[in-house]
């Protein structure tokens, strides 16, 4: 199932497999040979019942669904309209890929309602998981008012209809989704046709699995998604690290993304599970006992080994670790122009590297060349749209011309992208004490303190303007302190 157990949750495995096993006659290899002879047998849907977590509600997140019922749908909806295949009427598919009890497909299939949809095939929502128990529930459409909780009240009087203790949802909106037993992880040619899906809502689904397995999914997502297509993850779920064919999308106060036309990921050939070679999600924190050059320099050389070459992208590169290694000294020196020199003496096929690009930026931040510094961002971002860093700098560069908005904007597209960033925290921290507002600051700075005592070593020394550990901590502290904090 692709599941990841902590270490603090291994003992909740074992008590769940002892019993398994023991009801299912106690041998635990006979137990493991009949789970692995079938991948759609009985007991893998038990224990899915007993292993993952089900938590779901209406309108989850209400602002993803204002995105996907004012940029999503109708943006696929006139594409579609477009299409021209002979003799097959277009049809707009939307898929939610670890539905749960189906509040999630049914609240999409209520937004499609109310669009009023006029697509000769119509649209066709798919809710697939692998609890057969959920599935049941789904397929009931009845709900406790908790599962309501964020629900208007105005769809709740027109959609669903009180009995009892349980809300029924309305059968127009019940007939639009169909559920299915599906595992994500299993090779399936039905459930992942290529270029099949207009929209994908996958939310709080790879939170629970291994970096492979959520590397997998999210491969067999983009082959299976339209060019163009949408994909809606959980609020604390990003694609860094897992893929960059997608761009993301930040409307109505939400992420989100929009799968690029070429994509590195094949969309004719099978999938396999896990892939190969496969990268975990988070880097690993990098270790200082050398130099802090070193560190920058393990850094940089773990970020290239992270990122999957894309069709769009240059071809990757080396750039010879002794003149990175020099500008990033002279930048610790604060011989901001000379290190800039460094980087501007590289050859030209090198000035596209993702890492040149972003120490780049940092230096021109560094010597007040701001508008150099956003366009050097914006170039970094048209190759990696999911660069935290970029983000951060372009937060500097918006601040600094006195856009204090736009800078907020960036901050939280970087804490979006890498909510282990610690610097975007501190820097919305200290936005929202110069506007005053005392809670949104105390909240990041504290948050920023919390980060900054674990943060990767190598990034705050890119990003810490020149400032150690301590220092950015006491800093936190003493803004704390004037916003009334003890
Ligand atoms: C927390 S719920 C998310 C429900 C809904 N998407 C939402 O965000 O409200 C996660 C669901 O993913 C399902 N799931 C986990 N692993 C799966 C797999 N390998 N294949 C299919 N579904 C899976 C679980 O059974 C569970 O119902």
């Not at 292993?51 to 909806?77: C, I, K, N, S, W």
């Not at 994908?200 to 997998?216: E, G």
């Amino acid at each position: 199932m692709g599941l990841q157990f902590e270490d603090t949750k291994l003992g909740f495995l074992a008590e769940v497999l002892r019993r398994r096993v023991e009801g299912g006659g106690g041998n635990p290899d006979a137990y493991l040979s009949s789970l692995e002879a079938s991948r759609s047998n009985q007991e893998l849907g038990a224990l899915a019942h007993d292993l993952t977590v089900g938590e779901t509600y209406f309108f989850r997140h209400m602002d993803q669904f204002r995105a996907f019922a004012e940029v999503a749908l109708p943006e696929r909806l006139s594409k579609r309209r477009n299409q021209k295949t002979a003799g097959v009427e277009p049809t707009l598919q939307i898929l939610s890929a670890g539905c749960a009890s189906g509040e999630e497909a049914y609240s999409l299939a209520i937004l499609v309602r109310e669009a009023s949809v006029d697509l000769p095939g119509g649209v066709s929502i798919r809710g697939v998981d692998v609890n057969p128990l959920t599935l049941k529930k789904a397929i009931q459409g009845r709900f406790s008012n908790w599962a309501l909780r964020e629900t208007p009240p105005e769809v709740q009087r027109k959609w669903f209809r009180q009995d009892g203790r349980d809300a029924v949802l309305n059968d127009t909106a019940r007939s639009g989704v169909r559920f299915e037993e599906r595992n994500l992880l299993d090779d399936d040619d039905e459930l992942w046709p290529p270029g099949a899906y207009d929209i994908i809502f996958c939310r709080n689904v790879i939170m629970y699995f291994t970096p492979d397995s959520a590397h997998a999914l999210i491969a067999r997502i983009t082959r299976a998604l339209a060019p163009g297509g949408y994909l809606f993850l959980g609020h604390a779920e990003t694609l860094r690290g897992l893929s960059q064919d997608f761009h993301l999308r930040h409307t109505h106060e939400t992420f989100y993304y929009q799968r690029k036309n070429a994509v590195s990921v094949p969309t004719t050939a099978r999938p396999n599970t896990p892939f190969p070679g496969t990268v975990s999600a988070r880097p690993a924190a990098v270790e200082v006992d050398g130099s802090w050059v070193d560190a920058i320099h393990k850094a940089a050389e773990r970020i290239r080994s992270l990122a999957t070459p894309t069709v769009e992208s240059t071809p990757v590169v080396s750039v010879p670790p002794r003149d990175m290694r020099l500008a990033l000294d002279l930048m610790q020196r604060e011989r901001f122009s000379e290190a800039l020199d460094v980087l501007r003496d590289l050859p030209p096929e090198l000035a596209g590297d993702p890492d040149v690009l972003l120490l780049h930026a940092v230096l021109l931040v560094h010597s007040g060349q701001l508008s150099s510094a956003e366009e050097t961002c914006r170039q970094l971002l048209a190759l990696d749209d999911l660069n935290a860093g970029a983000h951060y700098v372009l937060a500097l560069c918006m601040e600094g011309v006195g856009d204090r908005g736009r800078a907020a904007e960036h901050d939280e597209i970087a804490v979006y992208l890498d909510p282990g960033f610690a610097m975007p925290h501190l820097h919305l921290g200290l936005i929202a004490r110069r506007v005053g507002d005392r809670e949104i600051a105390r909240r990041e700075l504290e948050q920023a303190i919390s980060l900054l005592e674990r943060e990767d070593a190598a990034r705050l020394l890119l990003f810490g303007g020149g400032f150690q550990r301590e220092s950015l901590i006491a800093l936190c502290r003493a803004e704390l302190s004037a916003c009334g904090e003890q």
